[in-house]
């Protein structure tokens, strides 16, 4: 059973070296002196096995199986969450802290969502990272925790203002700038370090190639492999110089889908020949680059594995492929186990130790700890999975914490928050990039740029999604703030996804009292009555500039809107980038990452990749 021992904890406390140390006395100086080298084309950094594996050698079984899982944990406090929080760990996890988490089940990671409300604020999570940490060390042959999250920025992050927000990845596609993406993951990085954050499930190296992937989408580079590729190896550099692991996904690529898998599980009918083209260019660079870990895709690629097993749990594809053809030997984790894309075909007791034998090594966040954990075990006992097979996994991970700096100090302090987190040059850089990312579609007669004299009373309706990132909100809100900072009197009106008809009419008569309409586009499809609402807008005669806050592909849907702008994402920094390019204070530079079809014919492409106006 799980160690039931629990230490003395605390939260602000930022122990000295000696003490992580002491707490770790089978590690040798040279471990702990381990700073964050590393090492090429993905190879392990072995310079301290010796040390790792003198450790692990006096690891018990119970303390081995933890290590290799990464887990969920509500509250704000290692020690002392709020009651809420206390209870859904008492329901999902059967612990009531973050501490107890540690001393019961002796994980080597936990991962941080808002959602779990781990990330309020950023001193809050430095003191949350500290009690994590002690916590751990405190327990007998206690060891460092790797504290992960997804902070993709765009559509995709867990921690929100005031921390740094970057544009998306289609975003960064569209500026095409390795700078940029190396700077993105220099800058992101460095703020989550000083979080106590040591690993970020991003980059993406998806090669989104369909418009309608429901889960990839604007998360990806674009569409180009070989673009995908080497923007992806330039945001590993960046997270590596900046001493935080970074983490491709989703092997063996997830770009080609029309199904969620976290809902269902997706099929990807490429055959082995298209995979090489398609797929694997951006695993390759991201390996070559040096990568910390490959996070698995819970899809099926029959070509890659016959027996139709999703990639996380097939050997021929985590140990075949990735192990043994692309030479890749760092930390392999496995997509959230909570997913029903995993759980489609096995129970949840034999997901774990499949993907044990399939040839990963961290075991992220399964519906039940208590039910993967002892499946994990069992199978040690039974002779399923042997001791042997789980050191390599752990080695793989010490290695990993050692390169990361673990042993030598995992503790941050709100100074070194206040240095790093959203600094004013961190946030202009966040500004200026987005300003080389917004995209210029369509500008009949040049209506863009609007003039303050002939434009000054603007209308900004449309959808309205919940912020992706912790940032202010809502998307019209936004706008029409950025706007009028810039000199307009602009007025926000949220229409919706699915505006109604009632909805519309008010729209159309508050147009009707404006000089120019901005409109906020989300996932328009061919019956969206977000289309209704844009022609209803049009038939005003009051100019019409339509912004994509998600998907570029919006446009084909929409072909009577004399201007339209691709922002790629709702976040705030893209928000007010576009609203600069609407106002003319910059000239839009970004170009397709992707090609958008004609929505009559998808055969044929409306606007290629490349395609990007400019004012000048």
């Known amino acids: 059973m799980p160690d039931s021992s629990t230490g003395s904890t605390g939260n602000t406390a930022r122990p000295s070296r000696r003490t992580v140390l002491a707490a770790t006395a089978g590690v040798t100086t040279a471990l702990a002196a381990g700073g964050t080298v590393h090492a090429a084309a993905g190879g392990p950094d072995t310079r301290h096995d010796a040390a790792l594996r003198a450790l692990i050698s006096r690891m018990t079984l119970e303390e081995k199986v933890g290590q290799l899982f990464v887990m969920r944990v509500y509250g704000h406090s290692a020690t002392a969450p709020d009651q809420a929080d ?10 009531r802290t973050a501490a107890e988490l540690l001393a019961k089940y002796r994980v080597g990671g936990i991962i941080y969502f808002a959602w779990a409300h781990n990330t309020r604020e950023p001193h809050q999570i430095a003191d949350l990272s500290n009690g994590i940490q002690k916590a751990s060390l405190d327990l007998p042959r206690g060891l460092p925790v790797l504290i992960s999250t997804d902070q993709e920025h765009g559509i995709v992050a867990r921690v929100g203002e005031p921390a740094t927000l970057f544009p998306g990845a289609m975003a960064i596609g569209a ?82 889908t029309k199904d969620d898998s976290h809902a269902k599980l997706p099929y990807i009918h490429h055959t082995r020949e298209q995979w090489e083209q398609l797929d694997a260019p951006p695993f390759r660079a991201a390996i070559a680059a040096g990568i910390d870990s490959i996070m698995t895709a819970h899809i099926v690629v029959p070509a890659l594995d016959a027996a139709e097993d999703p990639a996380t749990l097939s050997r021929p594809i985590m140990t075949g492929i990735l192990r043994e053809e692309l030479g890749y030997d760092g930390v392999v984790v496995t997509d959230s186990l909570g997913m029903e894309g995993v759980r489609t075909k096995y129970g949840d007791d034999r997901v774990p130790v499949l993907a044990l034998k399939a040839g990963v090594d961290q075991l992220l966040n399964p519906p039940s700890l208590e039910v993967a954990w002892n499946a994990v075990l069992k199978a040690v006992q039974d002779g399923e999975l042997t001791e042997a097979r789980l050191d390599e996994s752990i080695l793989r991970i010490l290695r990993l914490k050692t390169r990361l700096g673990l042993f030598k100090d995992p503790y941050v302090s709100h100074e070194g928050v206040d240095r790093t987190v959203g600094t004013r040059s961190h946030l202009a850089s966040a500004d200026r990039m987005a300003e080389r990312t917004t995209t210029l579609l369509v500008n009949e007669n040049q209506l863009l740029p609007l003039s303050r004299r002939r434009h000054g009373k603007l209308l ?104 339209y702008v691709a922002a790629y994402s709702w976040t705030d920094v893209e928000l007010r980038a576009a609203a600069r390019v609407i106002a003319g204070k910059v000239d839009p530079r970004g170009e397709l990452p992707v090609p958008v079809q004609r929505a009559d014919d998808p055969a044929a492409v409306l606007f290629p990749v490349g395609h990007g106006l400019r004012y000048r």
Do not use: C, M, W
Request: no cysteine.
């Open 86 to 95: 206390i209870d859904a760990n008492l329901k999902e996890i059967g612990v």
């Open 175 to 256: 500026g095409g700038s390795r700078s940029d993406a190396r700077s993105l993951g220099r800058i992101a990085g460095r703020e989550l370090r000083a979080l106590g954050i040591r690993q970020n499930y991003s980059p993406v190296a998806d090669v989104n190639v369909n418009p309608a992937n429901p889960v990839i989408g604007v998360r990806s580079f674009g569409s180009v492999p070989e673009a995908v590729g080497s923007l992806v190896a330039a945001e590993v550099k960046g997270y590596q110089s900046s001493g935080v692991a970074s983490t491709a996904k989703h092997f063996p690529g997830h770009g080609d």
């Open 460 to 563: 900004v309706v449309g959808a309205d999604p919940a912020s992706p990132s912790g940032t202010t909100g809502p998307p019209t809100g936004v706008l029409a703030g950025a706007l009028t900072e810039l000199g307009f009197t602009a007025t926000a009106l949220s229409t919706g996804t699915a505006p109604s008809a009632a909805t519309i009419a008010k729209a159309v008569a508050a147009a009707r009292d404006a000089d120019a309409v901005i409109v906020g586009t989300y996932n328009v499809s061919a019956t969206s009555s977000q289309k209704t609402l844009v022609e209803q807008l049009l038939a005003t005669g009051r100019p019409v500039v339509a912004v994509a806050i998600r998907n570029p592909y919006d446009v084909a849907h929409l072909p009577g809107v004399p201007a």
